[in-house]
C-alpha cells in the first residue's frame, strides 16, 4: 500500500509533464507535419534561408571560439582585482534579454552609434549594422562569453603539475600543454554555440531580414504574420526541427550549467605572460560593457515618460515569467522525482524543438477553434516555460539524486512518507538549485521575444514585443528607456529568486 | 526473536545466504570485507529484495513491509542527521514525520538528548557538532524510537577508538539492556570481542549462525580463523 502510494506520488506528476512536453514538442511537430504541404516542394527563398541559417550559425561559431582562444588564456593565468566580476560579467549574457543588447549593439555600432561617429570623424563611410554581419556580430556578444568559460574550463583542467614540468624543461607550453586541450575543447564549443545560432530568433528578427539575411525562423514568422500561408510555415518549422534535431543530441552533454563562474576563480600558476592579455582582456570587457552602458546612458533619461502602454506590457511581462516560472518548476521538480533515463530525455526535448516551431503548431492547433490572439499569452508562458524546463531540470536532478542517494534509507526507515519526505527533506535541500533554476526562468521568460511575436496584438504585447515595436518605429530614447525597464526586470528577477536560495541551510 | 529461515538475498550478481536466530541483547556481525554484512542488515531493514526464505519478528512476517513499517530501526554509516533541520528536530523524527511537535514530544526529545549528553544543543545544526556528538544525536534518535531492532551498520567506524567505545557502552547501557536485539557491523574484532554478547562471522556470501563471543574467539571456525589471522 504504502510504497504504492510512493510510486504513484513520484510517477503521477512526471508521466503528466512528460505528456504535456511530447504534447508541445511532437504534438505540434505532427500538427505542424500534417500541415505542411511537402508536395510544392520549398522554394529558392526557402533554400536560401536555410542556408543562411547554417552559414551564419558557422560563421558565429568560428568567431566567437576563436577570439575565446586568447580571452580564456588571459583569464586563465591572470589573477587581479575584479577577475570575479569579469568572469561573472562573462554569464551574464545568459540572462540579458536578446533585444536589449540588440540595442545595445546598435548603440555601439549601428547608423549614428560610437563605431560610426569615429570612422565617420576619421573620414571613413559609416558601416551598416544590418544584415548578416549584425547578425553574426551580436551572435558572438552573446556566444563568445559562454565560449570563454568553456575554454577556459579546459585551461583550468590542465593539472598545475603538467604547467611546473613543462616551465622545468623549458618545453613550449603551447605546443605539448595548450594545443591538445583546445583539441579537445573546441569541437564541444563550436557545436554549442553552433546550435544555440541556429535557433536564435530576435537577433534575427531585429537585425537581419531581407533575401540575403533571413534564417528559417525569421521566414516562418513572415509566412504567419505577413504572408498568412500557414502551410509554408509549416514546412519550413519541418525543416528547423529537422536542423535542430540533428544538432541538440550531440549539444546535449557538453553545455555547461555550474552556476556563475563557479568553479572558474582560480588561475593557473605558470611562467609565461604576455602583454596582450590585457589587451585582450580590455577588449572583451569593453565589448560586453560598453553596449549596456550605451542602453543605460540613453536609456534611463527617458524612463519618466514611458508611456502606460510600456508599463502595462512590463506587468503582462512579469505575469507571464511568473506562470511559466510556476510550471517550469512544478515541471522540473516532478521530472527529477521521478529520476530515469527516459524522463532525462524528454526533458530535453525542448531543446531540440525551437520555440517558433512549437508556437507555428499551436497556432495551427488552436486556429480552427478560436482566435489565435485570444490565446497568446497562455500559449507563451507555456512555449517561454518549456523552453526553460531542460535547464532547470539538469539544475535539479542531480541534487535530487544525490539526496536520494545519502538519505532516501534514513527517510525510508524512519517512515516518513512521501509528502513528509518531499516537505521537510527535498525541498528545503534543493532550495538553492530551485531559486537558481527560478532565477533563471524568470528572466529568460521576461526577456523571451520569440512565440509571442507570432500571436500577439498591441492588447496582449509584452516588455520586449513593445520595445521591438518601439524600435520599428525609430523611436530610439522610448525604446532604450524600456530597455532600461527590461534590464531591470530581468536582472532584478534573477537576482531575488537566486538571493533567496542564497545562505546555507546546514549552517548555524 | 529475530528470524532468517532459509534466507537468500539478491543483489545483482551477489548472493547471501542464511539461517540463524537473533536473540535480545548486542550482536556483533563481522568479517572480511564484501563478505555480506551490510547486505545482511539491508535485508533485514527492508532495502534489499529477500528471494526466498522468510525474516521473522516474534511470528510476524515482514514480508512487504516497507521499511518504514518493520520493528527496525537503524543507524547507516554517514547521513545519519539531515544537516537542514536542528538536531532536535532530526531526534523528533522518530516521534513523527514533522518538524514542529507538541509540547509532550518536545519533552521526551530533550530527556533522550539529555541520556546522550547532549543536553541543550537541541537548537543547534550537525554542522556544529563534533563527530562524537553527531553519533550521540543519531543514537538519542534510535532510544527514541520505540523499535525493538537496532540496526547499526558501521555507524560509529568514522570515529576514533575511544568515541567509539563510548558510542557502543551507551548501546550497551540504554539499548540492550532494555532488552532490544542490537545488530552491529564492525570492522574492528576488538569492539566485538569488548561490547558484543554474540559474534555473526559473514564471508563468501554466508552469514553463519551467531555464537556466543567467548566461544567464537577462544575456538574460530577455519574461515573465521584465516579472517582473524
Known amino acids: 500500500m504504502a510504497r504504492r502510494a510512493v510510486a504513484i506520488i513520484r510517477s503521477l506528476p512526471a508521466w503528466l509533464t512528460a505528456a504535456l512536453v511530447l504534447a508541445l514538442t511532437l504534438g505540434t511537430l505532427a500538427a505542424v507535419a500534417w500541415r505542411a504541404e511537402v508536395g510544392r516542394g520549398l522554394s529558392a527563398g526557402d533554400w536560401s534561408a536555410i542556408r543562411f541559417t547554417v552559414l551564419q550559425a558557422a560563421a558565429s561559431a568560428v568567431v566567437s571560439v576563436v577570439l575565446a582562444i586568447p580571452v580564456a588564456r588571459a583569464l586563465a593565468r591572470r589573477q587581479f582585482r575584479g577577475r570575479g566580476a569579469l568572469v561573472m560579467l562573462l554569464g551574464a549574457p545568459f540572462i540579458l534579454p536578446v533585444i536589449v543588447a540588440v540595442l545595445g549593439l546598435l548603440a555601439v555600432f549601428g547608423r549614428g552609434g560610437l563605431l560610426n561617429v569615429g570612422l565617420g570623424a576619421v573620414g571613413v563611410a559609416p558601416v551598416s549594422i544590418y544584415g548578416a554581419g549584425g547578425v553574426v556580430l551580436a551572435h558572438v556578444f552573446f556566444n563568445l562569453p559562454l565560449a570563454v568559460r568553456l575554454i577556459l574550463q579546459g585551461w583550468l583542467s590542465i593539472p598545475a603539475e603538467r604547467f611546473r614540468l613543462a616551465a622545468q624543461l623549458n618545453a613550449p607550453l603551447w605546443r605539448v600543454l595548450e594545443l591538445p586541450m583546445l583539441a579537445r575543447h573546441m569541437p564541444g564549443a563550436l557545436l554549442v554555440v553552433f546550435l544555440i545560432c541556429l535557433t536564435s530568433f530576435a537577433v534575427a528578427l531585429t537585425l537581419g531580414g531581407g533575401p540575403r539575411a533571413t534564417t528559417v525562423e525569421l521566414a516562418i514568422w513572415q509566412a504567419i504574420r505577413f504572408d498568412f500561408d500557414l502551410g509554408r510555415a509549416a514546412l519550413l518549422a519541418c525543416v528547423q526541427f529537422a536542423l535542430c534535431a540533428m544538432a541538440a543530441l550531440v549539444a546535449w552533454h557538453i553545455t555547461p550549467l555550474d552556476g556563475f563562474g563557479s568553479g572558474l576563480d582560480r588561475t593557473v600558476a605558470r611562467w609565461d605572460q604576455s602583454r596582450w592579455d590585457w589587451v585582450w582582456l580590455i577588449l572583451v570587457t569593453l565589448f560586453l560593457v560598453l553596449p549596456l552602458a550605451m542602453i543605460l546612458w540613453r536609456g534611463v533619461p527617458s524612463l519618466p515618460d514611458l508611456g502606460l502602454d510600456i508599463y502595462r506590457a512590463a506587468g503582462r511581462s512579469v505575469l507571464v515569467a511568473l506562470a511559466a516560472t510556476a510550471l517550469t518548476l512544478g515541471a522540473a521538480l516532478s521530472l527529477s522525482l521521478r529520476g530515469g533515463l527516459l524522463v532525462g530525455m524528454i526533458g530535453a526535448l525542448p531543446l531540440a524543438a525551437s520555440a517558433l516551431v512549437m508556437g507555428t503548431g499551436l497556432f495551427l492547433m488552436v486556429f480552427p477553434f478560436v482566435n489565435p490572439v485570444t490565446v497568446a499569452l497562455p500559449v507563451t508562458v507555456c512555449v517561454n516555460a518549456f523552453m526553460a524546463l531542460p535547464f532547470a531540470l539538469r539544475l535539479l536532478s542531480p541534487t535530487v539524486a544525490d539526496i536520494r542517494a545519502d538519505y532516501g534509507r534514513l527517510a525510508a526507515n524512519l517512515a516518513l512518507g512521501p509528502w513528509a519526505t518531499l516537505r521537510l527533506i527535498i525541498l528545503p535541500r534543493v532550495r538553492k538549485s530551485l531559486s537558481f533554476a527560478a532565477g533563471l526562468t524568470m528572466a529568460l521568460s521576461i526577456g523571451d521575444l520569440g512565440v509571442v511575436a507570432l500571436f500577439a496584438t498591441p492588447a496582449q504585447e509584452t516588455l520586449p514585443l513593445a520595445m521591438y515595436r518601439l524600435m520599428g518605429a525609430y523611436r530610439m530614447d522610448a525604446a532604450a528607456g524600456a530597455a532600461v525597464l527590461l534590464l531591470f526586470l530581468a536582472l532584478g528577477a534573477f537576482w531575488v529568486c537566486d538571493s533567496r536560495g542564497q545562505g546555507d541551510a546546514d549552517a548555524g | ?229
Not at chain 2, 176 to 184: E, L
Not at chain 2, 211 to 217: E, G, H, M
Request: hydrophobic share 45%; with cysteine; glycine share 10%.
Open chain 2, 1 to 229: 526473536m529475530l528470524t532468517l529461515d532459509n534466507v537468500t538475498v539478491s543483489k545483482g550478481t551477489f548472493q547471501l545466504h542464511t539461517c540463524l536466530q537473533v536473540p535480545p541483547g548486542i550482536t556483533a556481525v563481522i568479517g572480511p570485507s564484501g563478505g555480506g554484512k551490510s547486505t545482511l542488515l539491508a535485508a533485514i531493514a527492508g532495502f534489499e529484495l529477500v528471494v526466498s526464505g522468510r525474516i521473522g519478528w516474534d511470528g510476524i512476517d515482514l514480508k512487504g513491509l516497507v521499511p518504514g513499517q518493520r520493528p527496525v530501526t537503524m543507524l547507516f554509516q554517514d547521513h545519519n542527521l539531515f544537516p537542514h533541520l536542528t538536531i532536535a528536530q532530526n531526534v523528533g523524527l522518530a516521534l513523527a514525520p514533522r518538524v514542529k511537535l507538541t509540547a509532550q514530544q518536545v519533552a521526551r526529545v530533550d530527556a533522550a538528548l539529555a541520556d546522550v549528553g547532549l543536553q541543550g544543543l537541541g537548537e543547534r545544526k550537525p554542522a556544529t557538532l563534533s563527530g562524537g556528538q553527531v553519533g550521540r544525536a543519531a543514537l538519542a534518535r534510535s532510544l527514541l524510537s520505540d523499535r525493538p531492532v537496532v540496526l547499526l551498520d558501521e555507524a560509529f567506524s568514522a570515529l576514533g577508538p575511544a568515541l567509539r567505545a563510548e558510542m557502543l557502552e551507551l548501546v550497551g547501557e540504554r539499548m540492550a539492556a532494555q532488552g532490544r536485539t542490537v545488530i552491529v557491523v564492525t570492522h574492528d574484532p576488538q569492539d566485538a570481542r569488548r561490547f558484543a554478547d554474540q559474534i555473526i562471522f559473514v564471508a563468501e556470501g554466508v552469514a553463519h549462525a551467531p555464537q556466543r563471543t567467548a566461544d567464537f574467539f577462544d575456538y574460530p571456525a577455519p574461515a573465521a580463523r584465516s579472517y582473524l589471522g
